[in-house]
């Protein structure tokens, strides 16, 4: 990976890709050059445009262009928010048949190009798509890493966080699985700093109770379904996540996120792309942090990973 460049490209300039290219340009220092590719050339071509008159009042001196698939032979990282928007009660599954087509005709010429750093991707229903990207290009499993939950688990610990009045930042739960319906917080394992969130709750005098827990886990899980039906699409978020991981890759931060990445043995599952805590730096994935789950959790689990494997086995690549 070329450290000292730190180039990243955008495939897909729609609401999330520019969310993600306008969070990267406003935390500075990420990334000194952003290439952005899309089927509209004179979208990416006005984005670019638009984004480089923001660069004086910004952090970074970042070179930011319209290109094309060659662009991506010299890049770190790829990041894959192109693909058809999700509708209004549409399920982030009813968009794989869609989405996967749209891969087959990214993946082709980024490998053509010479590509060899890291696949980032957030396109829905992500689990899959990554699987798609994986199978695709051929890389190794630890160079292609999706979005996964990511973003649910910030919403979690932001909504843990408003509960209990405490800074989210302190608040330790992932939400793991399928990012999707099936997705679910192991609640045994939400800490407040060094305290099980469990133990909290079964003290009578903190005024929590499980049930509000539950309650929090529900508006995680619809959260997007609520964003699209009042602004028919969800992106700032997204954006940002997409941002945070690029930076831990850039950084080689080795920091834990929940990202969708492949299992090998891991919770018992081979295989499969899905949402789980992972240890990202300069290479992509270092390790998978595997949770201590209950034979509860690992029943959702395992649902999770059923639900993700019956719909990667109707596409035909």
């Not at 590719?37 to 910004?58: P, Q, S, V, Y």
């Not at 989405?99 to 490998?111: Q, W």
């Not at 999707?180 to 109770?209: C, H, N, W």
Request: proline fraction near 2%; aromatic fraction near 8%; charge should be negative.
């Amino acid at each position: 990976m070329n450290t000292d460049k730190r180039k990243v490209v955008l495939i897909g300039t729609g609401m999330v890709g520019m969310s993600f290219a306008y969070a990267l340009v406003n935390q500075g220092s990420v990334c000194n050059e952003l290439v952005l590719i899309d089927i509209n050339k004179e979208r990416a071509n006005g984005e670019a445009m638009d984004l480089n008159h923001g660069l004086a009042f910004a952090k970074s001196n970042m070179k930011i262009y319209a290109g094309e698939y060659h662009d991506c032979k010299d890049a770190d990282i790829i990041v894959i928010a192109a693909g058809v928007a999700q509708k209004d009660g549409e399920t982030r599954l009813d968009l794989l048949q869609r989405n996967t087509e749209v891969f087959r005709s990214i993946i082709g010429p980024v490998i053509k190009s010479g590509f060899d750093g890291i696949f980032l991707v957030a396109t829905n229903p992500v689990d899959i798509m990554t699987r798609v990207t994986y199978e695709l290009s051929r890389f190794g499993a630890s160079r292609v890493i999706g979005t996964g939950t990511s973003l649910d688990s910030a919403r979690l610990r932001y909504l843990i966080g408003d509960y209990l009045t405490v800074d989210p930042r302190n608040i330790h739960a992932y939400v793991i699985g399928e990012h999707g319906d099936s997705e679910f917080v192991p609640f045994s394992q939400v800490m407040l700093a060094t305290k099980p969130i469990l133990k909290i709750i079964e003290d009578p005098r903190s005024g929590y109770s499980m049930d509000d827990m539950r309650s929090i886990e529900e508006q995680v899980r619809t959260a997007a379904y609520k964003i699209i039906k009042a602004k028919n699409a969800t992106y700032y978020g997204i954006g940002m996540a997409l941002a945070r991981i690029v930076k831990a890759i850039l950084g080689d931060e080795n920091s834990v996120l929940t990202v969708s990445v492949k299992l090998c043995g891991e919770y018992g599952e081979r295989n499969v792309f899905i949402g789980v805590p992972a240890i990202i730096g300069r290479n992509g994935v270092k390790e998978i942090v595997e949770l201590d789950l209950t034979e509860e959790e690992t029943t959702k689990f395992r649902n999770s990973v059923k639900i993700l494997n019956d719909s990667f086995d109707g596409i035909e690549l």
